[in-house]
């Protein structure tokens, strides 16, 4: 029986900009996997910052949940 390959993922597209990340950097060179490092953050973020507005039973982001 032949091995199958499995399906090539699309990476989930980024909520962060590189370039804006890129620019904001004053000091350093950004390595390439900083930006999905940096996503990751992000998302994690949002996703508390959304699972405190719920619980509070708004359905707004508000800076507090975070």
């Known amino acids: 029986m032949a091995a199958r390959r499995k399906a090539a993922r699309k990476p989930a597209e980024l ?3 590189k370039a804006r ?3 904001a950097v004053k ?3 950004v ?6 490092a940096l996503d990751a953050k992000v998302r ?3 996703k508390g910052a959304e ?16």
Not at 55 to 61: A, H, M
């Open 27 to 29: 000091k350093c060179n």
């Open 21 to 23: 990340t890129k620019n």
């Open 51 to 66: 699972g405190r507005a719920v619980g509070n039973k708004r359905k707004t982001l508000k800076a507090v949940d975070l």
């Open 15 to 17: 909520i962060i900009s």
């Open 44 to 46: 994690e973020l949002i």
């Open 31 to 36: 390595g390439g996997e900083f930006y999905e």
